[in-house]
């Protein structure tokens, strides 16, 4: 069992908006601003899509922006696309003992 | 660009060893950052193994710390991971990476990964 609770799965069609919740506890998610966001196609490398719970790397596009309130983060796709299809995991650091854990991941459907 | 490779056996027996291999290229693992290891068992999530930064910091994930070592040959930019004991829970998708430094209060840790290898599947069988 993961220590951050994702949706086993979301589904949207093209042009929609989706939103991907992360639920953790006041020892993780709700005690630090270091959530981050992966995106994985299948057979694919992780790749991240936002850290520090709402900064996007370069190259990630701005239809993908993270939040947070409380003890869960979220990740909201706008305008979704067919290769937005993929596996979504969160992860949030959780203190100078556990360190980082991850979510068990959420599959993205694209109708 | 960075890239990250991993290499070794994709087969190990019950109770022995696994050894992998992380490549860096376009970077020397001298200059910076955290390089570690993160796992994926076969439909499931992801699991940081450890990691080392260059100037001697380390992070172990608790629950494997007894059987995780992982050593660095600056010469070859390249680092190593050797899990003792495997049995069948330890199969997995294992990904090298790198991650930056980042600190709450007095302790640190890998921050987000950056930069991930592609991956490479060891299955512990007999």
């Known amino acids: 069992q993961s220590a951050l609770t994702q949706p086993r799965s979301v589904s949207g069609s093209p042009g929609q908006s989706v939103t991907i919740s992360c639920t953790g506890t006041?020892?993780?998610?709700?005690?630090?601003?270091?959530v981050s966001w992966y995106q994985q196609h299948p057979g694919k490398a992780p790749k991240l899509m936002i850290y520090?719970?709402?900064k996007r790397p370069s190259g990630v596009p701005d239809r993908f922006s993270g939040s947070k309130s409380g003890n869960t983060a979220s990740l909201t796709i706008s305008g979704l696309q067919a290769e937005d299809e993929a596996d979504y995991y969160c992860?949030?650091?959780?203190?100078?003992?556990?360190?980082?854990?991850f979510g068990g991941g959420t599959k993205l459907n694209v109708l | 660009q960075v890239e990250l490779q991993e290499s070794g056996p994709g087969l190990v027996r019950p109770s022995e060893t696994l050894s992998l291999t992380c490549a860096v290229s376009?970077?020397?693992?001298?200059?910076?950052?955290?390089w570690g290891w993160i796992r994926q068992p076969p439909g499931k999530g992801l699991e940081w193994i450890g990691s080392?930064?260059?100037?001697?910091?380390?992070y172990y994930n608790p629950s494997l710390k007894s059987r995780v070592t992982i050593s660095v040959d600056t010469s070859k930019n390249q680092f190593s991971l050797r899990l003792s004991s495997v049995t069948a829970a330890d199969t997995a998708v294992y990904y090298c990476?790198?991650?930056?430094?980042?600190?709450?209060?007095?302790?640190?840790?890998?921050?987000?990964?950056?930069?991930w290898g592609q991956g490479t599947l060891v299955t512990v069988s007999s």
């Open positions: 990476a790198r991650a930056p430094l980042y600190c709450s209060g007095d302790s640190c840790y890998p921050g987000p990964v950056h930069y």
């Open positions: 376009n970077y020397s693992i001298s200059s910076g950052y955290y």
């Open positions: 080392f930064y260059h100037s001697g910091s380390t």
């Open positions: 006041s020892s993780d998610v709700g005690g630090y601003d270091y």
């Open positions: 520090d719970v709402s």
């Open positions: 992860c949030s650091y959780a203190g100078r003992y556990t360190f980082v854990v």
